[in-house]
C-alpha cells in the first residue's frame, strides 16, 4: 500500500509506482493531509465525489481545501481554499470541469476544476447542507438541508423551486432518480414521496413499513435503473422497496454485531444493465460491508475496528471506491481486486494431460484420481514436489496461448469448448464474457466528448424515418449514432447504420458506453471491406459469400440466378440487419455468443448457412417479392441447426475461397482514444459530402427565394384583396355622392329661399334684441344692486351679532364683578356693624356703670349714718366688684378683638381668592376679546379683498360693455332714433338716473368701510386699556 502526503504541495503525483494493491485489503493509495509547520497537525478530510467518468474525484477537508485527485492521469491539484469547511460535495455537472461545494456558512460555490476560478455563489440556506444530488443531465441539481431542500438550474444557477416543511417533520434526504425525471423525497416520518422534476406534481407516495420491523429511516440508496431503493437506520435492518410496484418486497437482516447503518451505496457494474446486485453497508463500527441482495451473502468488507471509515463514494463504473476514514485521511480502493476471488470462474470440469516434450512421465510420479463426472489433477509425491512446480510452469510456458488469456483471467479456447458444449453463454454471465471477448477499453473520456459534441445532423429527424415507440430507446440510438458519426464521417451518410446499430442499442440501453464500444468493435472486426465500394454495398464481401454458396450448394445458387435473385437479396439484408429481422432476442443472442467468439469470417458463413439451411422454402419461391420477404422477416428455421453448418462450413471451406484468408483477425479498440477509421473512399465521402454542403446551401437558396416568393405572393393577395375591398366601398360612396349633391342642389335653392326670409325676420330680431339686452340690462344692475345691499346688511348682522356677543360677555364679567363687589359691601358692612355694636355695648356698659356708681353713692350717702362699720366692707366690695367687672369687660374685649381679627384676616384671604378669579377672568376676556378682533380684522380683510375684486369685475364689465355700449347707441342713433325721436330722450335719463344710483352705492361702500375702520381701530385699543 502506498501513501502520500499532501502537505502544502498545490499539485503533483498521487503516486510514483504503479500501484499493486494487496488482496486482503484492495488499497491503492492511501491520502493524508498534514500541515509542514514546526508543529504539524492533520488536516481531516471530510467529504468526497467522483466526477461522471468516475476516473477523477474531488475532496475537501475542515479546513476548506478542495482537490481534485485524477485517477487515470496519476495528478492531484488544489482547486480552491475556501478557509471554511466543506459540508457537502458534487462533481458530475453537465461542464465536466463545474465542481459544487456547499460550505458552513449556509452557501453553495461552483468551482472550475481546471481554471481554479469561483464560477457561481448560491445562497438561500438557512442551515448546514448536507446532501448535494445532481440530475443525469447535469443540468439540475438539489441541495438538502435539515429544514428545507431547493431545486437549482446550473445553467443559470437561479432556485427554481424550494420545498418547505413544518418544523416538526424534518428532511432526511431528497434526490434524483438515476436516469429518470423523478425526485424522491424522504422525511423524518418515514414519509417518501415521489415528484415529477419539471411540474413537481406527486406521483406517487410509498406505503408505511410493517410494525413488526419498523424502522426511522436514516440513509437511502437506489440502483443505477431507479427500480429498487434500499433504506435503512439505527437498526441491523435493510429495507429493500420496488418502485415500480410501490411496495416493501424484502428485508434482510444483517449480522448481530451490526446496530446502526450510517451509509448505503450500490455496487455498479458495466453489465447489469442498471439492476445492481451488490449493496455496500456502512456500519456503526466502522466497517463497510457489501452484501448481494438476491443471495444474502456477505461478498467482501473494508475497514476495521481499527481503522474505521467514516464515510464512503463509489465510482460510476464501479472500479473505484474513496472513503474517508476516521483518522481523517482518504483510501482509494480497486473493486477489482476485492472481487477477484469472488469473480474468478469456475475450474474446468476436464483436465488435458499432455507430455512433456523432452522427458518421459514415469507410472509412479503421477496419478490420476477419476470420480464420476470430473477429472481431478494427479496426486504427486512428496519427492516429486519440486518437479511438479517445474512441470506446471513449463506446461504454462508452452501450451498457453498468450492471444487467448483475457484480463480478466478467462481463456478464449476454455470459452469455445464450453460455447460448443452448451451452444451459448450463460444468460448471467453473458455481458461479462462478450466484454472480454471484445476487450473493451471502456473510453469514458473520449466517449464523453463524443456525446458532447450532441446529436449529428443527419440523425435529427431519426423518428421520421425509423418511428420508435419507446422515447428512451430512440434517445439511445441517436446518441449512439451520433457519436459514430462524429467518430467517423462515413457513418453520417451509411443509411443501414440504423439497422446495424438497433439490436445492440436494445440490448445495452442502459450503458450506452458499451453499447458504442460493441458496435464500434462490430464495425472494426466483422464489417471490414464493407465501405470500400461505398455507397453501394460491399461487392467484394458478397462475392465471397457467393462463392462460398455455389461451392457447398451450387443447386441453391443457380435457382438464385434463375431467378434473377443477386447477393443483395440473399445475402445483404441479412448482414446490414445483423440478423435481428429474421431472429428472435434468444436467437440472435445464441447466434452472437458463437460470432463474438470466432474469426470475423464465422459472420459471412452464417448468412450461407441460413441459405442452405433454409434451401427447402426458397428453392420453392419463384417470385422475387416472395425472396425479399424471406430475407426481412422471420422463419421457422432452428438456430441450432444454422450454427453447427457454419462450423462445418468453417471447416471444409477450401482456402483460395474461404473468408478468412480475405479477412484480418480480431483487432480490440485503443485504450485512452478510439482508433482512427478511415476504411473508405475518401475521395467518394468527400465529394458526396461537398455534393450534400452544395446541395443543402442550395436547398436552403431555394427555401429563402420561396420563402421571399411566398411572402411576395401573401403581399400581392393581400394587397388585391385590400384594393377589391376599397373598390367595393367605393361603389356605394360614389352613389351616396351623387345622392347627395343632388340634395344639396336642391337645399341650397331653398336656402336662398330661407334667406330672403330670414333677411326679414332677422331685422325685427335685431329690434326685440335690442329691447331684451337692455331689458336684461336693468335686471342686472338690480339683481347686482340687491346683492350689494344684502351683503351690506349681512355684514351689519354680522357685526351687530359680535358686538352683542362682546356686550354679552361683558355683562356676563360685569355682573359677576358686580356680585364680587355686593359680597365684599355685604362683609364690610357686617363688620361695620361688629363694631357699631362694640362701641354701643362699651358705651352702654359705661352708662351702666356710671349708674351704679350713682346709686352706690346715693346708697351710700343715705345709709352713711346707719353706720361707718360697714363702710370699709362695702368700700372693699365694691373694689372688688369694679376689679372684677374691669377684669370681666377686659376679657370680652379681648374676645372681640380676636373675633374681629380672625374675621377680618378671613375677609382679607376670600378677597384675594376673588381679586385672583377676577384677574384670571380679565386675562381669559383679554385673549377672548383678541380672538375676536383678529377674526373681525379677517373678516374685514376678506371684505376688503372681495369689495376690490368686484370692483376690478365691475371696472373690467364696464369695459367690455363698452363697444357694446357704442354700437347700441350708433344703431340706436341710426334706427330708432328715425322712427321714434323720444326714445332717445328717455334712454338718456335712464342712463343719468343709473350712473346717479351707482355712485350712491359706491358712496354707501366707502361709508361702511370707514365705519368698520373705526370699529376695528377702536376694539385694538380696548384690551390695551383693559392690560394697562
Known amino acids: 500500500m502506498q501513501s502520500i502526503n499532501l502537505g502544502n504541495k498545490e499539485s503533483g503525483k498521487i503516486w510514483h509506482r504503479k500501484p499493486s494493491p494487496a488482496t486482503r485489503d484492495g488499497i491503492i493509495v492511501n ?19 467522483f466526477d461522471s467518468s468516475g476516473d477523477s474525484l474531488i475532496a475537501g477537508d475542515h479546513q476548506g481545501n478542495i482537490y481534485v485527485f485524477d485517477l487515470y492521469g496519476n495528478r492531484f491539484n488544489l482547486v480552491q481554499r475556501t478557509s471554511q469547511a466543506c459540508t457537502a460535495l458534487a462533481f458530475n455537472l453537465h461542464r465536466k470541469s463545474e465542481s459544487l461545494v456547499a460550505l458552513a456558512d449556509y452557501s453553495i460555490k461552483c468551482f472550475d476544476t481546471v481554471t481554479k476560478q469561483l464560477v457561481s455563489w448560491m445562497r438561500g440556506h438557512e442551515s ?116 415500480e410496484a410501490k411496495q416493501l418486497f ?36 466502522g466497517i463497510m460491508r457489501f452484501v448481494n441482495i438476491q443471495t444474502c451473502k456477505l461478498l467482501f468488507e473494508i475497514g476495521s475496528l481499527d481503522e474505521g471509515i467514516s464515510s464512503s463514494a463509489i465510482s460510476p463504473h464501479g472500479r473505484y471506491i474513496a472513503s474517508i476514514m476516521d483518522n481523517g485521511s482518504l483510501n482509494i480502493y480497486s473493486v477489482q481486486t476485492l472481487t477477484k476471488e469472488i469473480n474468478k470462474p469456475p475450474p474446468p470440469l476436464v483436465k488435458v494431460i499432455e507430455d512433456l516434450p523432452k522427458r518421459k512421465v514415469n507410472s509412479g510420479d503421477l496419478k490420476m484420481k477419476v470420480t464420476s463426472g470430473r477429472v481431478q489433477r494427479p496426486a504427486k509425491s512428496r519427492e516429486s514436489k519440486i518437479q511438479a512446480r ?38 448471467k454471465y453473458r455481458m461479462f464474457i462478450w466484454r472480454c471477448l471484445l476487450q473493451l477499453p471502456e473510453n469514458h473520456t473520449a466517449f464523453s466528448n463524443l456525446i ?26 441517436q446518441r449512439t449514432l451520433s457519436a459514430l458519426a462524429h467518430w467517423s464521417t462515413i457513418f453520417s451518410d451509411t443509411p443501414y447504420l440504423p439497422l446495424l446499430a438497433f439490436p445492440f442499442v436494445k440490448l445495452f440501453q442502459n450503458n450506452q458506453l458499451i453499447c458504442f464500444e460493441v458496435v464500434a468493435t462490430l464495425i472494426i472486426n466483422w464489417c471490414q471491406h464493407w465501405f470500400e465500394y461505398f455507397p ?92 425479399k420477404y424471406f430475407f426481412h422477416h422471420r422463419n421457422n428455421l432452428d438456430i441450432s441447426a444454422v450454427i453447427r453448418e457454419v462450423y462445418r462450413l468453417m471447416d471444409t471451406t477450401p482456402t483460395d475461397i474461404h473468408p478468412d484468408s480475405m479477412l484480418d483477425v480480431f483487432v480490440a479498440l485503443t485504450k485512452g482514444q478510439y482508433p482512427v477509421f478511415n476504411q473508405y473512399p475518401k475521395f467518394i465521402v468527400d465529394c458526396q459530402t461537398q455534393e450534400r454542403e452544395r446541395i443543402r446551401d442550395d436547398e436552403l437558396d431555394y427555401l429563402k427565394e420561396r420563402q421571399a416568393v411566398e411572402d411576395m405572393q401573401a403581399e400581392v393577395d393581400q394587397q388585391r384583396v385590400e384594393d377589391e375591398a376599397w373598390y367595393q366601398k367605393q361603389e356605394p360612396l360614389r352613389k351616396a355622392e351623387e345622392t347627395r349633391r343632388e340634395t344639396l342642389l336642391q337645399e341650397e335653392e331653398m336656402m336662398i329661399q330661407q334667406r330672403q326670409k330670414l333677411a326679414a325676420v332677422k331685422r325685427e330680431l335685431k329690434v326685440k334684441e335690442v329691447h331684451l339686452q337692455d331689458a336684461a340690462r336693468r335686471r342686472l344692475l338690480q339683481l347686482q344692486q340687491e346683492q350689494r345691499e344684502m351683503e351690506l346688511r349681512r355684514l351689519d348682522d354680522e357685526v351687530e351679532r359680535k358686538v352683542c356677543m362682546r356686550g354679552r360677555e361683558i355683562a356676563a364679567k360685569d355682573l359677576e364683578m358686580r356680585h364680587l363687589e355686593l359680597e365684599l359691601q355685604k362683609r364690610l358692612h357686617e363688620k361695620n356693624l361688629t363694631r357699631n355694636q362694640e362701641a354701643i355695648a362699651k358705651e352702654m356698659r359705661e352708662d351702666a356703670d356710671a349708674n351704679k356708681r350713682k346709686v352706690d353713692l346715693e346708697e351710700h350717702m343715705f345709709h352713711r349714718p346707719i353706720g361707718t362699720d360697714q363702710t370699709q366692707n362695702q368700700k372693699t366690695q365694691k373694689l372688688t366688684e369694679e376689679n372684677l367687672a374691669k377684669a370681666e369687660q377686659a376679657c370680652l374685649n379681648t374676645d372681640w378683638r380676636i373675633q374681629a381679627l380672625h374675621k377680618q384676616r378671613c375677609d382679607d384671604l376670600h378677597r384675594n381668592e376673588c381679586y385672583q378669579e377676577v384677574a384670571k377672568l380679565l386675562q381669559k376676556n383679554r ?93 385694538c385699543q380696548t384690551p390695551h386699556l383693559l392690560a394697562t
Open 536 to 627: 453501394n454495398p460491399p461487392i467484394n464481401i458478397l462475392s465471397m459469400i457467393e462463392n462460398v454458396l455455389a461451392f457447398h450448394d451450387k443447386e441453391l445458387l443457380q435457382h438464385f440466378i434463375n431467378h434473377d435473385i443477386t447477393s443483395q437479396v440473399y445475402a445483404w439484408p441479412l448482414l446490414e440487419t445483423v440478423f435481428s429481422e429474421v431472429l428472435t432476442r434468444e436467437e440472435w443472442l445464441k447466434l452472437f455468443d458463437n460470432v463474438f467468439s470466432n474469426h470475423p469470417s464465422f459472420f459471412l458463413m452464417t448468412v450461407v448457412a441460413y441459405n442452405i439451411c433454409s434451401r427447402a422454402p426458397l428453392l420453392n419461391c419463384n417470385l422475387k417479392d416472395d425472396f
Open 390 to 427: 517445474i512441470l506446471k510452469q513449463d506446461l504454462t510456458g508452452n501450451f498457453e496461448n498468450k492471444e487467448n488469456e483475457f484480463s480478466d483471467g478467462l481463456n478464449k479456447k476454455r470459452l469455445q469448448i464450453l460455447l460448443k458444449g452448451y451452444g451459448e453463454y450463460p444468460t
Open 927 to 1019: 385673549k377672548k376679546e383678541m380672538e375676536v378682533l383678529n377674526a373681525v380684522m379677517e373678516g374685514e380683510a376678506k371684505k376688503w379683498e372681495e369689495a376690490e375684486e368686484q370692483d376690478f369685475h365691475l371696472k373690467s364689465e364696464k369695459k367690455a360693455a363698452a363697444p357694446s355700449d357704442a354700437s347700441r347707441r350708433w344703431f340706436l342713433e341710426n334706427e330708432i332714433h328715425a322712427q321714434h325721436p323720444y326714445h332717445k330722450v328717455s334712454l338718456n335719463q335712464r342712463k343719468t338716473r343709473w350712473d346717479t344710483m351707482e355712485w350712491d352705492l359706491m358712496e354707501r361702500v366707502r361709508n361702511l368701510r370707514q365705519r368698520l375702520a373705526t370699529q376695528a381701530r377702536n376694539r
Open 128 to 243: 448546514s447542507v448536507f446532501s448535494i444530488s445532481v440530475h443525469a443531465s447535469g443540468r439540475y441539481a438539489i441541495t438538502t438541508s435539515s429544514d428545507t431542500a431547493q431545486l437549482w438550474d446550473l445553467d443559470t444557477f437561479q432556485r427554481k423551486r424550494k420545498l418547505n416543511i413544518l418544523q416538526s417533520v424534518g428532511i432526511q434526504k431528497v434526490f434524483f432518480l438515476p436516469l429518470t425525471n423523478t425526485i424522491l423525497s424522504c422525511f423524518k416520518d418515514n414519509s417518501i414521496f415521489a415528484w415529477e422534476c419539471d411540474t413537481l406534481v406527486c406521483k406517487y407516495q410509498l406505503p408505511a413499513p410493517p410494525e413488526s420491523s419498523s424502522i426511522l429511516y436514516k440513509v437511502f440508496a437506489v440502483t443505477r435503473d431507479g427500480q429498487i431503493l434500499a433504506a435503512g437506520g439505527k437498526s441491523n435492518h435493510l429495507h429493500l422497496w420496488c418502485l
Open 250 to 285: 424484502r428485508i434482510i437482516q444483517m449480522p448481530t454485531k451490526v446496530r446502526a447503518i450510517r451509509h448505503l451505496e450500490f455496487l455498479p457494474d458495466s453489465f447489469d444493465a442498471g439492476s445492481n446486485q451488490v449493496l455496500g453497508v456502512l456500519c456503526q463500527d
Open 31 to 49: 491520502i493524508i493531509h498534514n500541515t509542514s509547520d514546526y508543529l504539524p497537525k492533520v488536516l481531516r478530510f471530510l467529504n468526497v465525489a
Open 452 to 477: 458532447d459534441k450532441g446529436i449529428h445532423v443527419a440523425f435529427l429527424n431519426l423518428q421520421k424515418k425509423y418511428p420508435i415507440k419507446s422515447r428512451k430507446l430512440l434517445r439511445v440510438l
